[in-house]
Nanobody, 120 residues
Framework: QVQLVESGGGLVQAGGSLRLSCAAS????????MGWYRQAPGKQRELVAT???????DYADSVKGRFTISGDNAKNTVYLQMNSLKPEDTAAYYC??????????????WGQGTQVTVSS
């Protein structure tokens, strides 16, 4: 089983920055896509950013130019650098990864979430 543990959330003023980390553990052979999603109270979970094993990235329009996703394959970790934060970025942020385990079975795992609160 592949487990994901997020960290780095917290309270920050508007215009500030935070860096989220998501560390994966387990018998992982290969990642296909790693990503960050967020869910604000009363709203549906939405995609924030994704990165493929080849390094291709994609971002929600609302975070383009402010957020940067990156990965460290050696550490099985994905990061989300968030700059110029806005109150509307307030949400629980979740890491999601899929790929192949060492037994070549596919996995698709979610982390437990980390809260980001941006004050105005």
């Amino acid at each position: 089983q592949v487990q994901l543990v997020e960290s780095g959330g917290g309270l920050v003023q508007a215009g500030g920055s935070l860096r989220l980390s998501c560390a994966a553990s387990g018998s992982i052979f290969r990642f296909n896509v790693m990503g960050w999603y967020r869910q604000a109270p009363g709203k549906q979970r939405e995609l924030v950013a994704t990165i493929t094993s080849g390094g291709s990235t994609d971002y929600a329009d609302s975070v383009k130019g402010r957020f940067t996703i990156s990965g460290d394959n050696a550490k099985n970790t994905v990061y989300l650098q968030m700059n110029s934060l806005k109150p509307e970025d307030t949400a629980a942020y979740y890491c999601k990864c899929n790929g192949l385990k060492s037994d070549w079975r596919p996995f698709d795992s979610w982390g437990q979430g980390t809260q980001v609160t941006v004050s105005s």
